[in-house]
């Protein structure tokens, strides 16, 4: 009988003694690599500092309810991911003069890149006019923004209007 094989967090595989021995396949992260062949780049929160208060310069936060509870960056628009396809043309119209845009979520490894991806597929076969010429992704998320002792803003202003932190 197989001894069950432990997980990353410790807890036990369902590895059944009829199940294959073979080593399963590693679970590859997407590599900021292959975001950028799609047009979509990662920042760090360190080179996002010195972004911030540059005015054609726009972050996107996609968290969900997180935004409300866990506070966010100052001066950042808050378009939920649950509806963002919805939302696009609005985005577009909001950031319309804009050159660059930073999304992300809580950990900018799902909804922060996926969101950031179907934002460029908009703005590629939109007819609309748009100063956009870079569209990134901020690497390990708002909690790691927060964690790495970057200044959040706990207002309640729609949209932030980036003067509290």
């Known amino acids: 009988m197989c001894k069950p094989r432990q997980t990353k967090r410790g807890q036990e595989s369902p590895l059944s003694p009829s199940s294959s021995p073979a080593r399963p396949r590693p679970r590859t992260p997407r590599r900021p ?23 054609r310069v726009a972050i996107i936060d ?35 003069a804009k050159d660059t845009l930073v999304f992300h979520c809580a950990l900018s490894q799902v909804r922060g890149p996926s969101c950031a991806r179907m934002f460029l597929d908009y703005l590629s076969e939109a007819k609309e006019e748009s100063a956009v010429k870079s569209i990134t ?29």
Not at 33 to 55: C, F, H, I, N, W
Not at 79 to 85: E, H, L, N, T
Request: glycine residues 8%; proline residues 3%.
């Open 137 to 165: 992704v901020l690497e390990r998320g708002f909690n790691g923004w927060e964690l790495s002792g970057k200044a959040v803003c706990r207002c309640k202003d729609a949209p932030c209007k980036g003067v509290c932190s």
């Open 33 to 55: 690599e292959a975001m950028a062949r799609k047009g979509v780049s990662y920042v760090t929160a360190a080179q996002l500092v010195s972004m911030v208060s540059d005015p």
């Open 62 to 96: 996609v968290r969900d309810e997180e935004r409300i509870c866990d506070a966010h960056i100052a001066g950042s628009h808050h378009y939920a991911s649950d509806g963002f396809a919805d939302r696009l043309p609005e985005i577009a119209e909001a950031t319309r």
